[in-house]
């Protein structure tokens, strides 16, 4: 087959623009590490807690305001908005999640969070940015300082979301709430970052389809008629009646879900009584609930009630002793990473960091509140992808030896941060462009 001269040039002329692109956008990521560096440490060690992100999401406007930005604060709590405007083009959305745990960090870094905060009950605990939401805010910013440097190799509106409390599970349903989509702008795409402690930094993960659950935390109240331990027979065991609940609540999963339908309910924690002799009036429950479809998360909700209530009957109990049984509102929803764009991101990122860099992974029953973006009315194409962010060197030790790594919210976790932050920000600013150039 003779290929035309005129598009031989023109394959050419592409390829060596897409090179040079490379090149450049390699040179401004190493130029811009030691900045990121400074920055990284100094978000690592002074981590704020879910709802209370004050001193960080300032520090993110103030980063956003250095590169031209159009700045928004307080947009559903703490979260900031930036926009970046560079001729006609696509609307991006990028998101970064700014809140720490309440974990005490013994990591024996130099730079590691000594930092304590009142929580919202008013205890003072420990703080750390366990869940890697300090390289999420890096790799963001870096990304964006690459981009508002090589502006001639993009058009279109850069959006950049620093959203408040992800761990607790409300910051992107208080940020849509405050008229994220409508105040600001509709994206016409979502991309976003989690790091993955077991994965070895350099390295991306991706997860087509259903990425991450619907999780659901149920507190449930069984009562039942206290007494003598020593006569039970005047008495409604609520201790005896919660344990048979929770056995029975097994049953939803294996005998009423179908086995390709994931679903957990586990029950988490159960208090009740305060004597050895004493049969209590009440027995308190809390569950947490996971599922992908919405229709399995309704179903286990729903048998939760069922078999809550009909073991309380069976009991005899009373309509006004029957169980008190409380869904939480601010529930995660399931994140699903559209099919297309999740590929089209894999294809760009082997592309520029080389194939064998992507690997994926299995759908995980943790949650991430970033689904919330493509669960409005207007259905945005979303897609969130793991950043790893072990030291090749531990990953290899741990497949060695048998061993594990630290977990995300481990007091020891410590990223492999100049690897892992590197490519954060290579293989984000590298899906950009091709969004931006391709709509």
């Known amino acids: ?9 023109f394959f050419l002329i592409a390829a060596s623009i897409h090179a040079s692109t490379k090149s450049d956008v390699r040179e401004r990521v190493e130029a811009e590490y030691s900045y ?51 001729g006609k083009g696509p609307t991006i959305m990028l998101r970064c999640d700014m809140d720490g745990l309440p974990v005490e960090e013994k990591t024996g870094l130099p730079f590691a969070s000594k930092k304590q905060m009142r929580d919202e009950s008013g205890k003072t605990v420990p703080t750390m940015h366990a869940c890697g939401h300090d390289i999420h805010m890096t790799s963001a910013i870096g990304t964006v300082r690459v981009l508002s440097s090589l502006m001639q190799h993009w058009k279109g509106t850069l959006m950049f979301i620093a959203q408040p409390a992800e761990e607790r599970g409300g910051g992107a349903r208080a940020m849509l709430s405050d008229g994220l989509f409508e105040r600001f702008a509709l994206p016409d795409k979502v991309i976003a970052l989690h790091v993955h402690s077991g994965m070895p930094a350099g390295t991306i993960g991706y997860t087509p389809g259903f990425a991450l659950a619907n999780v659901d935390s149920v507190d449930i109240k069984i009562f039942g008629v206290g007494g003598h331990g020593a006569y039970p027979q005047a008495t409604k065991d609520p201790i005896v009646l919660a344990a048979q609940t929770i056995l029975s609540l097994q049953t939803i999963v294996s005998r009423e879900i179908a086995p390709i339908e994931p679903g ?21 429950l809390q569950l947490t609930v996971r599922s992908y479809k919405d229709e399995v998360r309704d179903q286990l909700l729903a048998g939760i009630k069922r078999i809550t209530i009909g073991h309380a009957k069976t009991a005899g109990l009373p309509e006004d002793k029957l169980p008190i049984i409380k869904v939480k509102e601010n529930y995660t929803p399931a994140t699903y990473n559209n099919p297309e764009l999740m590929h089209r991101l894999v294809a760009v990122f082997d592309d520029w960091l080389g194939k064998g860099t992507c690997i994926e992974r299995p759908s995980q029953m943790g949650g991430e509140d970033f689904g919330r973006y493509g669960r409005t009315e207007h259905k945005v194409p979303i897609c969130i992808y793991w950043l790893g962010a072990a030291s090749p060197a531990s990953v290899k030790r741990a497949l060695q030896t048998g061993g594990t790594l630290p977990s995300l919210h481990s007091p020891i976790f410590a990223p492999d941060a100049e690897h892992t932050i590197k ?17």
């Not at 590169?67 to 604060?73: A, H, I, M, Y």
């Open 264 to 284: 957990v309910i586990t029950v988490g924690s159960i208090h009740g009584g305060t004597k050895h002799n004493v049969i209590p009036g009440e027995v308190d």
């Open 423 to 439: 490519t954060g920000v290579t293989a984000t600013v590298a899906g950009l462009l091709d969004l931006f150039a391709n709509p």
């Open 36 to 86: 990121l560096e400074k920055l990284y440490r100094h978000l690592h060690a002074n981590p704020e807690l879910s709802f209370m992100e004050r001193e960080t999401s300032e520090r993110m406007a103030q980063e956003l305001e250095k590169l031209d930005f159009t700045v928004t604060r307080k947009v559903g709590g703490h979260g900031v908005v930036g926009l970046l405007k560079n």
């Open 1 to 9: 087959m003779n290929v035309p001269f005129s598009l031989l040039v």
